[in-house]
């Protein structure tokens, strides 16, 4: 053997040995965590009221119902994404919940919702646009002139209450101006609608609040009949912007912008009022035209005799409703409301 070949011997035997453990790790120069799909469950989280949404910023009341109650700011976790949350949702909260000026909490998870109110942009958009979560009743309010009542837009309100499983009342404003009967001759048929009427010398505030005690009640209609003004003698801490009604358009102006729950403390208890801006149009694309038959419980033992794909309106053939009004066995004006609710859908092709 050479004295080369010893040399280059020599020099391997001291050569080291390597494994995979001797792989170099890149060092982490923001020392963060590596990422992870795991989510702490915050079993710490406090359940509070959403009272309202602001830019990216929901007010929430924390301690509902106790001497410690009080709202908080908070924004939306992460975790949550897209996770639509609205007035009158039961949010999870955790983080700083003093509810001191400057504070922030976050909102980790929303509870399950016992009712959710939606819309859409029109009769054919399956988009759903969530109003309002957790609501029992509906308030409608309507004004029997100035402008001038909208019984089709009533009946998508009602629509959308009986799909919601929410039950409707009715507001009917500036009696003084105009005869609301014939209008609500409209919904003779619907015997556990309840209907007040209202002018600017008798007000039944008393009454009407009596109705909102021990629930959630959210409140819709056109602008410029009345709502604002209705929801301030209500809650007078509320101060909800009023408007007028343009001479020109008969049509009002729009002076809520936001949804808002208030709190109604009245004689006989406390409820919870939900306003809402005022809207000219009430989109119907996500409701199920089975749920409206259901809610007239009456009505749909009688229609189990229809045959099948009956539509109930006046025209359909065989119709065992039409048949039991001919017959004098139902309401006529019972059967009109339900077939009013129903022909809103008449030109829908996806059910």
Same mark, same amino acid.
């Given at each position: ?16 040995? *390597? &494994?995979?453990?001797?792989?170099? @790790? ?5 020392? $963060? ?8 469950a915050h079993e710490d989280a406090t359940i509070a009221?959403?009272?309202? /949404? ?12 106790t001497p410690d109650e009080r709202p908080v700011t ?23 919940t003093s509810g001191e000026e400057g504070t922030l ?26 109003? #309002?979560? $957790? ?5 409608? #309010? ?36 105009? &005869?609301?009967?014939? *209008? ?5 048929? =619907? ?9 600017? !010398? ?9 109705? =909102? ?11 410029? /009949? ?5 929801? $301030?003698? =209500? /809650? ?11 001479? @020109? ?38 409701? %199920? ?8 419980? &009456? ?18 053939? &065989?119709?065992?409703? $039409?048949? !039991? ?10 059967? %009109?409301?339900?077939?009013?609710? =129903? ?9």
């Open positions: 053997m050479s004295w080369l070949d010893d040399a280059l011997g020599d020099e391997l035997d001291d050569e080291p040995e *390597f &494994d995979e453990s001797d792989v170099r @790790v890149r060092p982490n120069p923001k020392a $963060n965590r590596p990422r992870t799909k795991r989510r702490p009221r959403v009272l309202g /949404v602001d830019r990216g910023r929901y007010t929430v009341l924390v301690d509902e119902d908070a924004a939306r976790a992460r975790e949550l994404h897209r996770t639509p949350i609205v007035t009158g949702d039961r949010a999870r909260v955790v983080g700083d909490a976050r909102i980790v998870g929303i509870e399950e919702r016992t009712s959710l109110l939606r819309r859409s942009a029109d009769d054919t958009d399956q988009v759903e646009r969530v109003i #309002v979560a $957790n609501a029992d009743q509906m308030l409608i #309010v309507v004004a029997a002139a100035d402008p001038e009542p909208r019984p089709r837009l009533v009946d998508r309100y009602l629509v959308a209450a009986l799909d919601a499983g929410i039950r409707p009342l009715m507001v009917v404003t500036k009696t003084d101006l105009a &005869d609301p009967g014939p *209008f609500l001759e409209h919904f003779d048929g =619907l015997e556990d609608l309840r209907v007040f009427r209202s002018s600017p !010398a008798e007000t039944p505030i008393d009454l009407i609040g009596e109705a =909102l005690v021990g629930h959630s009640t959210v409140f819709v209609g056109h602008s410029g /009949v009345g709502k604002s003004t209705l929801v $301030n003698a =209500l /809650v007078p801490s509320a101060r909800r912007a009023t408007g007028h009604v343009n001479e @020109v358009t008969g049509r009002g102006r729009h002076t809520s912008s936001s949804t808002v729950s208030l709190r109604y403390q009245g004689p006989a208890g406390s409820g919870w009022v939900i306003d809402t801006p005022g809207v000219r149009s009430f989109g119907l694309g996500h409701v %199920d035209p089975a749920n409206i038959l259901t809610a007239y419980r &009456d009505l749909a033992e009688v229609a189990e005799e229809c045959p099948r794909g009956c539509t109930h309106l006046p025209d359909a053939p &065989d119709c065992a409703l $039409n048949e !039991a009004v001919a017959e004098e066995r139902l309401p006529a004006a019972r059967v %009109d409301s339900l077939q009013r609710l =129903l022909a809103t859908f008449k030109d829908r092709t996806d059910y």
